[in-house]
């Protein structure tokens, strides 16, 4: 496939990915800065929490799953059963809602685009990732420690699995090793947003108070 396509295919992804939906809802409803308010994020949990509207934190949830949809789905609709584009797509839509340009290439964390460009691109991902944070959850009830895990041991499952991963792509992948780059590629910029998350994390446990019979 010819250079010129894969970077066409490359803007258009990341372009889309770029909308705020977040941002513009939320300056739209309330008024706010996203970007200074709540914990800075611009996604559906922060759009939620700042502006205390169930139906403004739905709606950029369901709005960023579709963005992140498109792109996979324009690939496979005009350029057919193409990997490496969709693979360009897939990763191009998340970084773009990551660091937009049109807010100081500040973003969200690349969850709901991630999660629908999943469905598009490769769905195996998708499940592999919700299996562990339902674990995590389950044993923490923190949605940010479910997050981080999942993310984090989410390309050690898919290296192992890489042979079912493959059979659920929708693209045909060249060999089992490129689907789990492409994988661990988007675990690794999801973990990026993550890590102020991780640090707060940390920051907070080690400052929690010690219990009586720890000490």
Known sequence: METGLLLLVAAGAFLLGSFPTAFVLVRKTSGKDLRTSGSGNIGALNAFEVSRSKGVGIAVLLIDLVKGALPVLAVLLFLGDAFVAGAIAYIAVVLGHNYSPWIGFKGGRGLAPALGASIAFNPAF???????????????????VGNIFATAVSPFVLFFAAPLAGRLSQFTAPSDMATVAVGTALFVLIFLKHLDPLRALIAHRRSAPTPPSEQ
Request: hydrophobic share 70%; glycine share 0%; proline share 0%.
């Open 126 to 144: 998708l499940i592999i990732w919700i299996a562990l944070w339902l674990l995590t959850r389950l044993w923490s009830k923190d949605v940010h």
